[in-house]
């Protein structure tokens, strides 16, 4: 998601740093970029200058002090807190005083995020949806020490970006994970029930509710792990049974199948 969340914003004009842990993983994003791009430039919506000077804007970097300069920084690592908070740590220290940190975490409490850095103020949740170059919203989610003058900034940006912001509370997996999640792992509790195929799911959704994706297909689509890790953060922050994360959905994750980027989850790629 971080290569689509600099695309997007590549795209929009801004000059954008994006980091990572290793190099391999910042040639990976710059080839999904090259490639979403690229399906522009096939329907002659782009010109091949105008993906290149795109491209252009984008630095690459595995140094986290490169980002000193960034007026925004929207971190959009492995959803774990233990993850996030060292990375805002690290954020609150080699970045401006005045700049806004922002997550793009599906469910991890923005107020915790916050609360490790000098400027909960300006700690903010960018939450992106996937594909981000094609989904139009951006869900904003206020800490309960995110400013008004934040708020209002990071609003105004995700609609330079091209996108829909709509503002939710800080609560457990936000608005969109609170209604998707449970229905994703209500239709794997139906798999594993063995109430129907993966196909007769998928299907009954896609034709009977008009989703674009089955809730199987969605589920390998955001990654097996992602869909644990935020049914995770519902029972722990709600504690309510209701949530509590289908037994076939562990031994999937137990297995590595993740869905789409590991070759195999509901589906095989
Ligand atoms: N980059 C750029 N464009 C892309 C793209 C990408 N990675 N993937 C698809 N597209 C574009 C295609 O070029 C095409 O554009 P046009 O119609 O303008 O020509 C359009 O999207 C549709 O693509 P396809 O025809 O190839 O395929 P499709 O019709 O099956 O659509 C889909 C693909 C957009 C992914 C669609 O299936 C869909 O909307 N699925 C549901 C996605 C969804 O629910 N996302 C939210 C997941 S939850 C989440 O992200 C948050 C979380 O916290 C877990």
Redesign the pocket.
């Known amino acids: 998601m971080g290569a ?1 969340i600099a695309q997007v914003a590549a795209r929009a004009g801004f000059a954008v740093i994006m980091r990572d842990v290793a190099d391999e993983f910042l040639v990976r994003g710059v080839k999904a970029i090259d490639k ?1 791009l690229q ?1 522009d430039v096939d ?1 002659e919506r782009l010109n091949a200058d105008e993906k290149g000077a795109i491209i252009a804007r984008i630095k690459t970097t595995t140094d986290i002090g490169a980002l000193s300069d960034a007026f925004i920084v929207v971190e959009a690592a492995t959803e774990d807190l233990a993850i996030k908070t060292e990375i805002f740590r690290s954020l609150d220290k080699v970045t401006k005083p005045d700049a806004i940190l922002a997550s793009n975490t ?1 469910s991890i409490s923005i107020t915790k995020l916050g609360a490790v850095t000098r400027r909960p103020d300006k700690t903010i949740g960018m ?1 992106f ?3 981000v ?3 139009k919203l951006v869900e904003i989610i206020r800490g309960a020490a995110t400013s008004d003058p934040t708020y209002e900034q990071v609003r105004s940006l995700t609609e330079r970006l091209g996108k829909i912001p709509l503002d939710c509370q800080d609560s457990p997996g936000f608005v ?2 609170r209604v ?1 999640m449970p229905m994703i792992n209500e239709a794997i509790f139906a798999l594993h029930e063995g109430v129907a195929t993966r196909e007769s799911i998928d299907g009954i959704m896609k034709l009977g509710m008009n989703h ?2 089955g809730p199987l297909a ?1 589920a390998d ?2 990654g097996l792990d ?1 869909c644990l890790a ?1 049914m995770n953060v519902l029972h722990d922050g709600f504690g309510d049974s209701k949530y509590r994360p289908c037994p076939l959905l562990k031994r999937y994750v137990d297995a590595g199948w993740l869905g789409k980027k590991s070759g195999r989850g509901f589906y095989e790629y």
Do not use: D, T
């Open positions: 689509g979403s399906r329907k599906s939450h949806m996937n594909p170059p094609v989904m969109s994970n998707l674009p994706m969605l689509f955001i992602v935020i």
